[in-house]
C-alpha cells in the first residue's frame, strides 16, 4: 500500500491539471485504506472493471464575420484546411482513432467474451457519421451486436441544457433515445450527461424518468473519505444508482499515457492491471470512463496506446477475481454503499471540476443567455432547419473553446481549441447567433403576414 | 561577480522621442537592482536625474532636435530638415551616429567596464569603436530596423549597413521579439544561434484613473476606437483608415480618434476624406501624459495595426490603461500577450470584423480588460534583466573572465 501511495502521489505532481491538489492526492488511499481493511474482512470481494467511452464530435462554427450575417446561413460548412472543417476532422478522427480502436475492440470481444464495454454517442455525432462515413457507423455497429456493448443516453446535442432549459433538456434526450433505437436498436437504462455535469437534480430527474443508473466524476469534494469503487445511491433519489469515474486510474490512460515526464512512463497493460488489482480488497468496481479519442487521437498509435489496450483485457483478466461490466450489469450487480449528496455541479473537467471551463467567464455566459433566451422564439418559427441550427450551437463544445482559464499556459484547452482564440470563437458564435435570430424574425413575420 | 556595462544609448526620458528611450531606461534599472553596474552613455547633455547608475555625455555637436529626429526613417527626416529651402546633405542623418563614434573613445578609456551594450544602430558604431579600444566583449540589442522602418521599401543602404555591421561585429545580439530575430535571420544574414530574444517589460502595470475625454461624444452613445503612436508607414495608419471604413458601414456611431504625429499624417486624413469619413475621425496631434493617458482610458479599443512592429510596448501601456487592444500579427509583443485580438495588418475586413465586436458585445470588452490585466504583471523588466545577465555571463564563459 506504500508503494501505490507513493506512486498515487507522485503520478500527480507535475501535472498541470492537478495544480494544488497534490494534498489531496497524497493522502487518498491512506485515508481510504483502513474503513476499507475491515469491509474487506467480512465480504470478500470480486472488483469490477468498467470501461465507457464517450463519443462525440461537435459541428464547430466556422469563421463567421459580421459581414455574413443576413446573407449565409450555413454556419458549420468550412471546407478549408482549418480545423473548423468538420468533414475533415471526423475523417482525420475516423481514421486515428474510431476505425483502428473499433477494428481491436471487435477483435477483443470476439476473443474475450467477458469483455465488456460502454458507449455514449452524442447525436451530433451519430448524424454526422451517418451522412459522411457509413461505415464507420457500421463498425460500431457490429460492436454493438456482440451484446457485450452498452449505449448510455445522452443528449443528443451533448449540450449544457439541463440547467437552462429543462423542457430543451427533455426534448433532446428523447431525441437521443429515438436516434439509437433507430441506429442500433437497442434501449438505455443508464444515463450521462454532457462533460458528465452532474448533481442531485439530475439524479432526481433521471430516477423519475426511471434510468437504473447514473454517471458522475469519483470527486474528492462530495466524496470526503469515501472510494469512488463502490456504487452508491445518490440523495433525493428512491431506485436509481450512482456510478463514479476513478478519475486517478482513467487519467493514467487518458491524459497521462504519453507523457514522458510522468514516472510511471511508459504505461504498460501490465503494470496497469497491477494497480487495479491493488484495488482488490478496497472496492467493488473500477469505473474507468474516458473520451473514446484517447485511442489514437489524444494518445498516439505511436506511442503505443493500440498495444496497451489490446493487451489490457487479458493482463486485468489474469487475476481471477477480476471481470469486467457494463454500467447496467454494475448497478444490477452491487448494491449502494452510501449516499452521495451533490447539490453543486460536478463535471470532468479541469482541476475545478465545475461547470467553468464552459460558462466561467463572461463571454460564455452572454452567449448562453442569449442562446436560450430565444428558445420561445425559435421553436415558435416550426421551422426545422432554424430548430436544428439553434439546437446545433448548443453542444456545449462551443462554449469551451471560448474559455480563458489557463489559456495563456497552453495546456490542454488549447490543444482543444480550433480558433486562434477564445475571443475568435466567440466572435463567430455570436456572429451566427445573430443571423439565427434575423432568421427567427423574417419567419415569424412571413407566419404573421399569412395568418 | 556582476559584469560592469558601458551601455551606449541615444536617448532616455523625458528627452525621448519614443519606444527606445523608455526601453533603455527600464531595462538599464532592473539590471542595475540585481546588482549590474552600467555606466550609461548619452550623446548629448541633458539634465537626467538617475541615482541607480552613471551617466555620461559625449558631448557631440548636432542639435537636440536634430539627433531625436534621426531616429526616424532618411526620407522623414529629410522632410522635417530639407523643406525650408536650406541644402542639406545626407550625410548629416547619419552625421550624429558617426560623430558619437568618433567621441566615445575619450569615454571608452575613461571608464572600467567589462562588456559594451549598444542600443540600435545610431549606436552601433560607437559601440564598434569602444569594443576595439577596449577589447571587451560587444552586445548589440535591437530594438527596430530599418526593414521595419521602410517595409523593405527605398531602405537607406548606409543605415542598413550599419546595422548589419553592429551586429557581424558584436559577441552577441539581442532581438526584442522573435518576429525580430526573424528579420534580422532572413534580411541581415545574422547567425541565429547568436541572437537572443530579450523581450521588452513594462514598469507600471496600472495607471491611475483620470477624468475620462471626449465625455459629450460617449454621452451621445458613440464609441471610440484608438490609434497611437507615429503615422508612419511601419504603423500601418492606411490599414486603420479602411478598416474604420468598414467598421462605419455596421457601425456608424464610431469614432475613430489619432494621436501622435509622422509624416504619414496627411496622407492617413486624405485617405479618411476620400472615404468619405473624415467626420468620424479626429486628429489630436501628439499628446503625452495625462492628456494621453485620459483618451486611452476612454478609448473602447485600442487598434495596432503595425505593419512591422518589433515589439510594441504601446500595447502593454493601453493594458495598463485598461483598454483592451486589437494587434497585428507582424508585432512581437503579440508573443507574449494571449488575451488580446489578432489579426493580420492587411486583412481589414477581419480587423472591422473584430473592432465591431468589440464594440457589439460589452462582454467581449470586459473579458479582454480583465484577462490581459492579468497578463501584465508577468512581462516585467525583471525577466528581461535575468535573460540579459546570462547572456553576459556567457559572453564572460567564453572570454576566460
Known amino acids: ?451 | 561577480m556582476n559584469p560592469r556595462v558601458l551601455m551606449i544609448g541615444w536617448e532616455l526620458p523625458p528627452f525621448n522621442s519614443g519606444g527606445l528611450g523608455e526601453a533603455c531606461l527600464g531595462l538599464a534599472k532592473a539590471l542595475s537592482k540585481k546588482g549590474v553596474k552600467i555606466t550609461f552613455v548619452l550623446p548629448q547633455k541633458v539634465d537626467i536625474n538617475v541615482d541607480f547608475m552613471d551617466v555620461v555625455f559625449a558631448d557631440i555637436e548636432d542639435s537636440l532636435k536634430m539627433m531625436l529626429s534621426s531616429y526616424v526613417t532618411y526620407s522623414e527626416w529629410a522632410k522635417q530638415f530639407g523643406t525650408d529651402g536650406k541644402n542639406i546633405n545626407p550625410f548629416d542623418f547619419l552625421g550624429g551616429a558617426l560623430e558619437y563614434a568618433e567621441k566615445i573613445g575619450k569615454i571608452a578609456r575613461r571608464c572600467n567596464f567589462d562588456l559594451v551594450h549598444s542600443h540600435d544602430w545610431l549606436t552601433f558604431p560607437a559601440g564598434i569603436v569602444a569594443k576595439k579600444l577596449s577589447n571587451k566583449p560587444f552586445v548589440t540589442h535591437v530594438h527596430q530596423t530599418e526593414m521595419d522602418r521602410t517595409g523593405g521599401h527605398n531602405l537607406n543602404p548606409i543605415v542598413y549597413n550599419i546595422e548589419k555591421v553592429g551586429m557581424e561585429k558584436a559577441d552577441k545580439v539581442i532581438s526584442v521579439s522573435q518576429f525580430t530575430k526573424n528579420i534580422l535571420v532572413n534580411n541581415y544574414a545574422i547567425d541565429p544561434n547568436k541572437i537572443t530574444v530579450v523581450h521588452n517589460g513594462i514598469e507600471e502595470i496600472s495607471r491611475k484613473r483620470l477624468p475620462p475625454a471626449l465625455a459629450a461624444m460617449k454621452k451621445l452613445n458613440y464609441k471610440l476606437v484608438l490609434f497611437l503612436g507615429r503615422i508612419t508607414l511601419m504603423k500601418g495608419p492606411e490599414y486603420f483608415v479602411r478598416a474604420a471604413k468598414t467598421v462605419l458601414e455596421h457601425r456608424p456611431k464610431t469614432i475613430f480618434v489619432v494621436v501622435g504625429s509622422g509624416d504619414m499624417q496627411e496622407q492617413m486624413m486624405a485617405e479618411a476624406g476620400n472615404l468619405g469619413i473624415m467626420d468620424n475621425f479626429l486628429f489630436t496631434g501628439f499628446l503625452r501624459g495625462e492628456e494621453k493617458n485620459r483618451i486611452w482610458q476612454s478609448a473602447d479599443l485600442f487598434v495596432i495595426p503595425s505593419v512591422s512592429e518589433p515589439f510594441g510596448i504601446t500595447a502593454l501601456e493601453s493594458i495598463a490603461n485598461g483598454t483592451p487592444v486589437l494587434l497585428s500579427k507582424q508585432s512581437g509583443v503579440a508573443e507574449v500577450l494571449s488575451h488580446v485580438l489578432k489579426v493580420d495588418f492587411w486583412d481589414t475586413d477581419e480587423m472591422a470584423n473584430k473592432i465591431i465586436s468589440v464594440l457589439a458585445y460589452p462582454s467581449l470588452k470586459k473579458v479582454l480588460k480583465q484577462e490581459s490585466s492579468k497578463e501584465l504583471p508577468l512581462i516585467n523588466w525583471d525577466k528581461s534583466a535575468d535573460k540579459c545577465i546570462g547572456i553576459y555571463r556567457s559572453i564572460q564563459e567564453n572570454h576566460g573572465f
Not at chain 1, 143 to 152: D, F, P, R, S
Request: aromatic share 16%; hydrophobic share 35%; proline share 4%.
Open chain 1, 1 to 451: 500500500m506504500d508503494e501505490l501511495n507513493a506512486y498515487m502521489s507522485s503520478s500527480f505532481r507535475g501535472n498541470p491539471a492537478f495544480k494544488g491538489r497534490e494534498d489531496v492526492i497524497t493522502n487518498y488511499y491512506e485515508i481510504f485504506h483502513l474503513p476499507f481493511v475491515i469491509y474487506h474482512l467480512l465480504f470478500i470481494l470480486m472488483p469490477s472493471i468498467c470501461l465507457y467511452f464517450q463519443v462525440h464530435q461537435p459541428m464547430r462554427v466556422k469563421k463567421y464575420r459580421i459581414f455574413d450575417v443576413g446573407t449565409d446561413h450555413d454556419y458549420f460548412n468550412d471546407t478549408g484546411e482549418s480545423n473548423l472543417n468538420n468533414k475533415k476532422i471526423l475523417r482525420k478522427v475516423a481514421d486515428k482513432s474510431y476505425l483502428p480502436a473499433n477494428k481491436l475492440l471487435l477483435k477483443l470481444l470476439k476473443k474475450y467474451p467477458e469483455l465488456r464495454l460502454s458507449y455514449s454517442f452524442s447525436g451530433v455525432f451519430l448524424e454526422q457519421l451517418k451522412d459522411q462515413l457509413p461505415h464507420v457507423l457500421g463498425s460500431f455497429r457490429d460492436l454493438v451486436k456482440t451484446g457485450q456493448v452498452e449505449i448510455l443516453n445522452e443528449t443528443y446535442y451533448h449540450s449544457l441544457a439541463f440547467f437552462y432549459s429543462r423542457a430543451e433538456f427533455e426534448s433532446q434526450v428523447n431525441m437521443h433515445k429515438d436516434l439509437i433505437w433507430k441506429l442500433f436498436k437497442v434501449e438505455s437504462e443508464v444515463f450521462r450527461n454532457t462533460e458528465l455535469a452532474y448533481n442531485n437534480d439530475l439524479a432526481m430527474w433521471a430516477d423519475s424518468k426511471g434510468y437504473k443508473g447514473i454517471l458522475a466524476e469519483g470527486w474528492d469534494s462530495f466524496l470526503g473519505w469515501r472510494s469512488p469503487n463502490f456504487v452508491y445511491q445518490p440523495t433525493g433519489t428512491k431506485k436509481i444508482k450512482l456510478l463514479l469515474k476513478n478519475y486517478k486510474l482513467s487519467d493514467d490512460i487518458a491524459f497521462r499515457f504519453s507523457e514522458k515526464s510522468w514516472k510511471e512512463w511508459p504505461l504498460t497493460a501490465d503494470k496497469f492491471a497491477r494497480w487495479v488489482d491493488a484495488i482488490n480488497g478496497n472496492g467493488q468496481i473500477v469505473n474507468l470512463f474516458m473520451d473514446y479519442e484517447t485511442f489514437g487521437e489524444h494518445q498516439w498509435k505511436e506511442q503505443g496506446i493500440f498495444g496497451f489496450l489490446e493487451h489490457l483485457p487479458s493482463e486485468i483478466l489474469k487475476h481471477q477475481d477480476n471481470n469486467f461490466v457494463t454500467p447496467s450489469e454494475a448497478v444490477k450487480k452491487y448494491p449502494a454503499m452510501d449516499e452521495v449528496d451533490v447539490p453543486g455541479v460536478v463535471t470532468w473537467a479541469d482541476t475545478e471540476r465545475d461547470l467553468s471551463a464552459w460558462v466561467g467567464n463572461s463571454i460564455q455566459s452572454s452567449a448562453l443567455t442569449l442562446l436560450y433566451k430565444m428558445e420561445k422564439k425559435i421553436l415558435d418559427t416550426g421551422n426545422p432547419k432554424i430548430i436544428q441550427d439553434w439546437r446545433r450551437l448548443q453542444t456545449s463544445d462551443h462554449f469551451y473553446y471560448m474559455c480563458t482559464k489557463w489559456f495563456s499556459d497552453g495546456d490542454v484547452h488549447k490543444y482543444f481549441n480550433p480558433y486562434e482564440s477564445p475571443y475568435d470563437a466567440f466572435i463567430s458564435y455570436m456572429s451566427a447567433l445573430s443571423d439565427l435570430k434575423l432568421r427567427t424574425k423574417a419567419t415569424r413575420k412571413r407566419r404573421v403576414k399569412n395568418v
